[in-house]
């Protein structure tokens, strides 16, 4: 049994690695932050802007909606437009009820995707259903394209949920009605997998995912389509919420089943407020996974949560302006500054903690509390290298924080090694 001392995640998960326009999803692959336009993808202008937002904050596949010919129509252009700014993040093409004609009559968007998303609950009725099913397999297999079956409670097939609860009822109610809905979501992707698989697509062309929007819901669901298959999982949870409560929700359940080793991409689907930022579910994705130790995205900035010894602000502004420099500049540093991601920053507001935690990061600084003299001392890889004193603590903290990264970090020191 695992002691206390050397708790860690459980293994990962053993799934079937699958190639999407390049990135790897699933077998060793780190886990991969994904999140979905809002824009209308007719209009190229508007969904170029937010693909290429969402991709250089971090997203490495992003999906868009296609659900009309004009969409359809407007995927070549976007693709185009993309690579033109140089940007060669994968597109992932969302489909519903109509998929199968789109991807038939709009061979140019169908070339365009790398990935297409097909949830079983919304791809026709009786008869038609496999019918439109499998003629999306068949665009897939024709373009040598994965796809993700994506099932998702609030369209889930309701021919297999009648069959089940009948089952059920026949067989004396075994089940409640809650778990009856679990299983008929899992064997929705399953049973849909088994259509693709036999349709011709193999197993690395094809990501399964069940989306619920309730956290006990969805790590039950994945918990048991994890240990009924290998097919690599999208995780995410739906209609999320707005705000705190959204971040909450996803970070909970995804955070949970990543320790199991369950789950191969990401998607926090949060609501933004109105006119507010989409790529704000990018940023959360990628804390996610960094606090959780699997991924390193970007430097991390502690600061103290602040109490009565706090004088002023002024260690929340730091704090604050050090983590949006940072934001804001680590599209150039990750080029700049290889292994940057790894920097790790103090900014704490009293000698309490302060140099404790000061000396635990690369970098760290503990600004004057109440009482305390107006003298800020800084540590560097562990050491106090020095205290600041006078009225521009900040700025002169800002300065050695860009040196320390210029000198671990820059060419200089690569050169130096
Ligand atoms: S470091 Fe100082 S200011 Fe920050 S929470 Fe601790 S005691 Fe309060």
């Known amino acids: 049994m695992t002691s206390a001392f050397d708790y860690e995640p459980q293994p990962r998960r053993a799934s079937v690695a699958v190639d999407v326009g390049g990135v790897i999803v699933g077998g060793s692959a780190p886990v991969v932050v994904q999140s979905m336009t809002n824009t209308d993808t007719a209009d190229v202008d508007a969904t170029v802007a937010q693909v290429a937002a969402l991709h250089r904050a971090g997203s490495e596949l992003v999906r868009i909606t296609v659900d009309r010919d004009e969409s359809a129509a407007a995927v070549p252009k976007i693709r185009e437009r993309l690579e ?46 496999d019918k439109q099913f499998v003629e999306i397999i068949e665009r897939a297999i024709q373009f040598d394209k994965p796809v993700r079956i994506g ?76 240990s009924r298959s290998n097919h690599a999982l999208h995780l995410g949870l739906t209609e999320a919420g707005m705000g705190s409560k959204g971040i909450v929700s996803s970070a ?69 302006k050090i983590e949006g420099d940072i934001r804001r500049n680590m599209p150039v540093w990750r080029e700049k500054y290889p292994g940057v991601e790894g920097l790790k920053v103090a900014v704490m507001g009293c000698i309490v903690n302060g140099p404790g935690e000061s000396k635990h990061a690369d970098i760290g600084i ?14 560097i890889d562990g050491k106090k290298a020095m205290t600041i004193r ?21 060419q200089g020191q690569a050169a130096a090694e």
């Open 366 to 379: 503990s600004l004057p509390g109440t009482g305390e003299l107006p003298a800020a001392p800084v540590y």
């Open 84 to 129: 033109r700014l140089g940007l060669d993040v994968p597109l992932i093409g969302d489909f519903h009820y109509i998929g199968h004609k789109l991807l038939a009559d709009h061979p140019a968007c169908a070339e365009a995707l790398a990935k297409y998303r097909i949830n079983p609950g919304n791809v026709g009725f009786k008869a038609k259903k």
């Open 252 to 320: 909970a359940s995804l955070g949970i089943l990543m320790q199991q080793g369950i789950g191969d991409t990401i998607r926090i689907s949060l609501t933004p407020e109105p006119g507010g930022d989409r790529t704000r579910e990018v940023q959360v994705a990628q804390e996610l996974l960094q606090v959780m130790g699997f991924r390193q995205f970007i430097p991390v900035v502690a600061a103290c949560p602040g109490c009565g010894r706090t004088t002023s602000t002024v260690f929340q502004e730091l704090a604050q």
């Open 151 to 226: 099932v998702n409670w609030g369209s889930l097939d309701q021919e297999l949920l009648t069959r089940l609860m009948d089952d059920n009822q026949a067989k004396g109610f075994p089940l409640t009605a809650q778990q009856v809905m679990r299983e008929t979501i899992v064997q929705s992707a399953l049973i849909s997998a088994e259509l693709a698989e036999e349709a011709g697509l193999p197993r690395n062309r094809i990501i399964l995912s069940a989306k619920v929007s309730n956290v006990q819901d969805l790590i039950a669901c994945y918990s048991m389509l994890s």
């Open 390 to 410: 006078g009225t521009n603590i900040a700025g002169d903290f800002e300065t050695l924080v860009g040196e320390y990264i210029e000198k671990r970090f820059g």
